[in-house]
């Protein structure tokens, strides 16, 4: 059975549908209703435990107004640790929205207060905090579907975007919201790495956007790599500020302390396996992770391993889209895309606008989710406004949904060729050209036999669209990052070790069945408008 | 992975099957819920935050099921362990598991400057 031959759907109308329900969407949602939208929000799994957010416990960028100099010195450290491609009115508006909106959480947040009796707004628990995110969406009248994972994009004439259909996994059969217009709040992906938190994320909303004409723009930036103890996806990293880490044989390996240890970690793991220890960690601290990050010592305690005192074998997880940067091309003040009536917030959106070339995680992607989903939230509801029916528009959906001919197409070895192209330290942390040009050209050789046969049938329908999802992301990635033909932040090039001047613009990219990149030129002109 | 609901303590509220992000439970009429697709479980732990009765444990490998003795898991002490930390719930006013996370950031300057002092 495919989803446009089931008679069982259920049909939804709203001025809003925000799809993905994690910290971006949930903003958005919030954001949207307080603008007078009536707000359909639909997530593939259940909003308020879904997404990175509600397994991490995310900082925000979060800097003081006053002394305005705070901000300036925040704004300018930040301009240069991006590497010319963020934008300094960007990282203002940000900042000064997170200020704002944190504060709105007291009544749902039990915020904790410090030594010195000052409320601490910063840094949030994830599941604490996406729990009064999901209270706050419920108070506010926001219809939320749980289990109800969009698969496509209703598209109108026009060419704005008027809506979506899914499947609900749990109670069965299709749905569709007719809305006035779309967030995606679909979150960034990690190629179903073992990142902590991130299996429901699989740039479902990459390539619902492409599909209706959309840009992406960053994609280049999907290289950082996450910490972990060795079969476990516990990527949390504050309690590896104090790690050693080691050889087979047990001699001390020369990491440097500090974020830059990707590329040392994985040539050690390119030659045998690492371990590591945390003995440097005082004693104070120790007794404290438990009920700072309350996840991160499970692992040790179930396996009955002391890691201030044991080594212990750890691997790293890829991050893709998630704590890289990489997104949807955001083309307003107002977070819409390139495509009239759809939004895009959160980590579905590129970061670059404030992360700049290096990883946004620590602070900014958290920020950047609060601030672009009430942005998005808000620009959806003036569009919505504008929109008057709520008549439905064409379904749009391609690969995995209406092929060619149907052929059985086999999944897995999909995910595992993608995974093995954009997952790989080999290939993604010591890139070349030569390399990026051979992934290509396996994934578009894939992708061709996916989009020509691939149809996801019953339950399978949506793992088949997001292996169609990631296969597209692989191949966007893939592209931008050959078309940054230098090395910049994350992005580093063995075989162009430089930065080029000439490349300090971002990387535009999308379509389907043919890849392109093009350099976007037009950055100032964002904020003018 | 998770590996066990235990029928000893679970009320059948079936709230884990409600928010389990990647839909592995099943509710089982008159029963308690189903391990109906161990393979999709991303390890979160989120079911053991949300169960009232601290009946489910959650394995840490994240790759392969690892089963464990149910017996020796009911004495283990870890059973509920995740949900006291997080001050969940009932543990909310508990002053020895109030919400610490707050001092993330200070651990980090504090790694820095062993760094800085050498160590
Ligand atoms: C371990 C870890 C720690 C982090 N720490 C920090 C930090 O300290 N500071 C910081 O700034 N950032 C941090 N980050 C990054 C930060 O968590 C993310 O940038 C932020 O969570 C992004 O929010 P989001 O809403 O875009 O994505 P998510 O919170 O991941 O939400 C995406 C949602 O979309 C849903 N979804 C996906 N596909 C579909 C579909 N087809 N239909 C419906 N719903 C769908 C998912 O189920 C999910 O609920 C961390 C990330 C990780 C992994
Ligand atoms: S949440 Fe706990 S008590 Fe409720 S059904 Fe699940 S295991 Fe049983
Ligand atoms: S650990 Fe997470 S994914 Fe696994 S069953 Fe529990 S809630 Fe579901």
Known sequence: MSISSSGDTLHLEADVLIIGGGLAGTWAAAAARQAGASVILADKGYCGTSGVTATAGPGHWWVPPDPPEL??????????????????????????????????????????????????????????????????????????????????????????????????????????????????????????????????????????????GAELSGMEFTNYYTVALAGTNMTRSMSYAFATYYDEDGNRLPIPPGPDIIRPLAAAMLKGKVFCDLSRTPEDIRAKVPIISPNFMLPFRRWDIDPYRDKFEVTMHGEGTVRGIGGLRIVSEDCGTSVPGLYAAGDAATRELVAGAISGGGNVNSAWAVSSGQWAGEGATRFAVRQRGRDSGRPIGQAGLRPVSQHAVDLRATLSVVQNEMLSYDKNIFRAGEKLKRSGEVLDDIWKIFRAHALGNGADVLRTRETAAMLATARWSAASALARDESRGMHQRDDRPQTDARLEHRILVGGLDKVWTSGDRSRPLELAS | MIELILEERCAACNKCVEICPTNVLAIAPDRIPRIARQEECETCFMCELYCPHDAIYVGPDCEKPQPVDKGAILVSGLLGEFRRNHGWDEWANDPHYTNEHWQMENVFLRARDLVKAGQ
Request: with cysteine; glycine share 12%.
């Open chain 1, 71 to 212: 901000r300036e010195n925040a704004i300018r450290n930040r301009q240069k640790s991006g590497f010319g491609i963020n934008d300094p009115e960007w990282m203002a508006r940000v900042l000064a929205k997170t200020w704002e909106s944190l504060p709105t959480l007291h009544g749902f947040y039990d915020f904790s207060k410090d030594e010195t009796g000052a409320t601490r707004y910063r840094e949030l628990r994830g599941p604490e905090y996406m729990r009064a995110l999901r209270k706050i969406v419920d108070s506010l009248g926001v219809t939320v579907l749980d289990h109800c994972p969009a698969l496509e994009l209703l598209q109108r004439p026009d060419g704005s975007v008027s809506g979506a259909r899914g499947i609900r996994r749990q109670k069965g059969g299709a749905w569709q919201v007719n809305a006035g217009a779309v967030v995606l709040a679909t979150g960034g992906t990690s190629f179903l790495s073992r990142l902590l938190g991130s299996h429901t994320n699989t740039g479902d909303g990459y390539l619902m956007a492409a599909e209706a």
